[in-house]
Each structure stands twice: as C-alpha cells, then as structure tokens.
Nanobody, 128 residues
Framework: DVQLQASGGGLVQAGGSLRLSCVAS????????IGWFRQAPGKEREGVSC????????YYETSVKGRFTISNDNAMNTVYLQMNSLKPEDTAVYYC?????????????????????WGQGTQVTVSS
C-alpha cells in the first residue's frame, strides 16, 4: 500500500517557522503532483500548496503566498513545506496528499482534484 508520512509539525510563536516533510513509501513522485492541505477546528479542509513534480510548477493558496514554500527532493521521495512568518490562523492539522492535479485559478490561488492518497496529519499550532 502507498504510504505518505507527514512530520515536522509543532508549537511555534507567531512569526516563527516550521518545515513539514512528507515521505512517500511504495509511491514515486516523479509523474505526479503532491499537495499540502490543512484543516482547522470547525473548518473545512483546504488546499495550502501543490507542486507538480514533472514540471516543477508550484501553487499556493493566497493567504500563504510569500510565506510558504513547497519543494521536493525526488531522490529522497520527499516533499517539503517551509512555513515562515507563521500566524495564529495557520493553526491546523496539515496533511500531505498525492495523486492529484493542480492548476492556477484566476483568483491567484489554485484548483485541485481530490487526491488519491492521503498521509496522516501533523499538528501545527501557532501561538499569538
């Protein structure tokens, strides 16, 4: 079975940074897009960022643009989400997901399809 292992969450003060990692087992990123999603208490899950591994295109939800950076290391079968200038509203459980498509939207954010695979979540808590 495909496994996606997310890690790197934690408690940080506003303005701080965290780097999330997503390692894939029995799945290669080479031909796919990988996405990061988050779900805050009482809210729907939302897409945060996506990287199309074949062409390197990256996509971001508008509220994280300029603060978050998604990247991949194919040799390590790992995708990262570097999160800087964190805000309390970034507090959520973050999930990585694979087997999806992402495209830029006119609003400056991006569209995505429902992923075929999900990793377990990692909690990110930003204190004010």
């Amino acid at each position: 079975d495909v496994q996606l292992q997310a890690s790197g969450g934690g408690l940080v003060q506003a303005g701080g940074s965290l780097r999330l990692s997503c390692v894939a087992s029995r799945f290669t990123f080479d031909d796919h897009a990988i996405g990061w999603f988050r779900q805050a208490p009482g809210k729907e899950r939302e897409g945060v960022s996506c990287i199309s591994v074949p062409d390197g295109r990256t996509y971001y939800e508008t509220s994280v643009k300029g603060r978050f950076t998604i990247s991949n290391d194919n040799a390590m079968n790992t995708v990262y989400l570097q999160m800087n200038s964190l805000k309390p509203e970034d507090t959520a459980v973050y999930y990585c997901a694979a087997d999806l498509w992402c495209r830029e939207s006119p609003s400056g954010s991006y569209y995505y399809t429902e992923p075929g695979y999900w990793g377990q979540g990692t909690q990110v808590t930003v204190s004010s």
